[in-house]
């Protein structure tokens, strides 16, 4: 495996870790923006544009992650239930 | 406060908006891509297709309902921009670059609110779909004449 983490290796990797650690997240940071890096919380935001304007202040090769707290499960109208969004 | 309108076919609102870079600075090579504006969507999405060729490197993973059940995908930080058209005739203002020959001198209202959205496969007329995320930040009217307009 390349010694070199990418940017979906990273995000993928923060998610596994952030699903895990979602319940204990949600009893005191729910509706907040977890920056996460190498599978850390390194800070709570009120928003996204928050998190994001820090990461790229902390971490210049852009590896970091942002994850709201929530349970909500997005939807996309129309082609959440007519179509194959296919993952991405 | 800028005022899109268009046409609509009586089943869907379609509108040209401009995907951006949180920082809001304009890409050299930037162009207009086709909305669908839906109500129906929590969320808004692009296209992988189009995250790609704008180079945008995902920041997160969001959970989306899927016709097969609940399904994982990256999402993007980015702003949304309304490209309007000037009034023939009209003077450009101080700075703003002259169109290329033929076209029509744009100008572009960005909405200012960072959007968290997801990526997902397109294949239909459209490379952006508009939630209510960015929906209710203004105001959409949809007009029984065939017009529609968004006000934000």
Redo the contacts between chains.
Sequence with gaps: MSAVRTKQEEVDRNFEFFQRELPNLLREHAGKFALIRTCEITGFYDTAQDAYTAGSQLYADGLFSIQRITQEIGDLGFYSHAMHLGAA | MPCIWGQHNGSQLFCAVVILP?SGAVPANQTAATA?I??????T?IT?AL?AQLQM????????????G??????H?FLVGFPFAFPPGAPLPAGHPPPPPGQMPIQLHVLQK?I?G????GG?PFQV?L?MDVISVGSLVVQGNGTFSFSF
């Design positions: 949180p669908l839906d109500t129906g969507a929590t969320t999405g992988t995250a490197q995902p920041v997160g993973i969001m959970q989306i309902h899927g016709v097969g609940v399904q994982n995908h990256n999402s930080l960072v968290q997801c990526a997902f496969r239909g779909l939630g």
